[in-house]
Structure formats: structure tokens, C-alpha cells
T-cell receptor, first 115, second 119 residues
Framework: DAGVTQSPTHLIKTRGQQVTLRCSPI?????VSWYQQVLGQGPQFIFQ???????GRGNFPDRFSARQFPNYSSELNVNALLLGDSALYLC??????????????FGPGTRLLVL | AQTVTQSQPEMSVQEAETVTLSCTYD???????LFWYKQPPSRQMILVIR??????QNATENRFSVNFQKAAKSFSLKISDSQLGDTAMYFC????????????????FGKGTLLTVNP
């Protein structure tokens, strides 16, 4: 079975532009979480979605938004890009996201560079 | 805010030797889960090992084992017989509720330890 997939792998944008990142979870998983990993740091939680509903949001501005589709894939949108948004964006999938014992499995990430 | 601390930014070990990576965490939950993830230079984050806090027995996965000290809130990772392929960033993470009273969980990560295995 395929693992978590993300597209694109790399992206270069300029300040003020908008970007959309995509994620497909592991087959059978219904929960998707998004994390931002700035160079030299651990990932920071952005969003979690389950059954197309937002179940949690980290400490990120409203420029960040996401959605989940009926097939459980997800998109992360970032508007009005800032230089500080340059990071590796990781998507993780899990069964429901509602059990503490569930492991989150990560995709390869999308590297975003904002110039 | 709950935190995860990895006090060793970088470590190195000779091939075939044993190395221990440290992690301490802070949590107010009575039952929780702890994880070690590995992120090689190719950047794919891979689960190494998981520990359930209510289990006193330390988790093991082949060459990887943990030393879980609940009272001290310590969760170290021991890698035995180190291999060149173990070279990676290692992240300690705590599973925690996103919102108090809710039922959804997020991972809180430490800053990571860069482990280099030398031939």
C-alpha cells in the first residue's frame, strides 16, 4: 500500500503570493494533520482534520487554512506569503486522530521557499 | 504549554557501538504516549518506537529501545549496534490533546538531535 503522498515536492513563491499544498493519506486513514518544520526545528502543529471537519488548530495566523475532501485527501492553503513561511510542510495521517495510541504517519513533505 | 526537550543538538557514534539520545517532557495528562521519530537526510519522517505511559515495561524494536522514567518525565532512546543508515535527525514527541476536553491528538516535538554514525 502507498504511504502518505504530498505534492508538490518543492515550491518557490514570492512574498504576497498564495500557495496550495496537497496531501493524500494512507488508504483507510480518515484523519490528516499538517505540520510546519522550519529549518533546524522540530515540526509545529498547524491543523488536524477528521471526516472533513477541522478538529484542531495550532498557533498559526488566519493566512493559513485547510480543508479535507470526501476521499480524505487534504489541502493546505497559505495566503499573503511571508519570508518566514519558508519551511518544510509535513502531512501526517492516522486512523481517526481521536485515540492517543494512534500513530501518525508522515509524508515526504513539501519544501516551500518564499523569496 | 506542554514541552518536549532534547538537550543534545548533535551526537556522533562509531559504527557498531551503542548511543543514547536524551529527551524530557512535560505533561499534565495522566495517560499519554511518547514517540521517537527519525528523519534521514531524505527528510521522510519515520516512526522508530512508541511508548505507552501506563506500561511500565520499556518498549523495544530490534536495535532500538527506550528507557522510560515516568516520575522523572524522561524518555531516552538507545540505539545498539549503530549502523551507517542510522544517521539522521531524531525527534522525541509527545502525543497530547489538541483541546482540553476534546478527543483529538497532536504531536508536540522536541528540536531534535542530529546523530552521525561514523565508519
Amino acid at each position: 500500500d502507498a504511504g502518505v503522498t504530498q505534492s508538490p515536492t518543492h515550491l518557490i513563491k514570492t512574498r504576497g503570493q498564495q500557495v496550495t499544498l496537497r496531501c493524500s493519506p494512507i488508504s483507510g486513514h480518515k484523519s490528516v494533520s499538517w505540520y510546519q518544520q522550519v529549518l533546524g526545528q522540530g515540526p509545529q502543529f498547524i491543523f488536524q482534520y477528521y471526516e472533513k471537519e477541522e478538529r484542531g488548530r495550532g498557533n498559526f495566523p488566519d493566512r493559513f487554512s485547510a480543508r479535507q475532501f470526501p476521499n480524505y485527501s487534504s489541502e493546505l492553503n497559505v495566503n499573503a506569503l511571508l519570508l518566514g513561511d519558508s519551511a518544510l510542510y509535513l502531512c501526517a495521517s492516522s486512523g481517526t486522530g481521536q485515540q492517543g495510541w494512534e500513530t501518525q504517519y508522515f509524508g515526504p513533505g513539501t519544501r516551500l521557499l518564499v523569496l | 504549554a506542554q514541552t518536549v526537550t532534547q538537550s543534545q543538538p548533535e551526537m556522533s557514534v562509531q559504527e557498531a557501538e551503542t548511543v543514547t539520545l536524551s529527551c524530557t517532557y512535560d505533561t499534565s495528562e495522566s495517560n499519554y504516549y511518547l514517540f521517537w521519530y527519525k528523519q534521514p537526510p531524505s527528510r521522510q519522517m519515520i516512526l522508530v518506537i512508541r511508548q505507552e505511559a501506563y506500561k511500565q515495561q520499556n518498549a523495544t524494536e530490534n536495535r532500538f529501545s527506550v528507557n522510560f522514567q515516568k516520575a522523572a518525565k524522561s524518555f531516552s532512546l538507545k540505539i545498539s549496534d549503530s549502523q551507517l543508515g542510522d544517521t539522521a535527525m531524531y525527534f522525541c514527541a509527545n502525543h497530547q490533546l489538541i483541546n482540553s476536553g476534546g478527543s483529538n491528538y497532536k504531536l508536540t516535538f522536541g528540536k531534535g538531535t542530529l546523530l552521525t554514525v561514523n565508519p
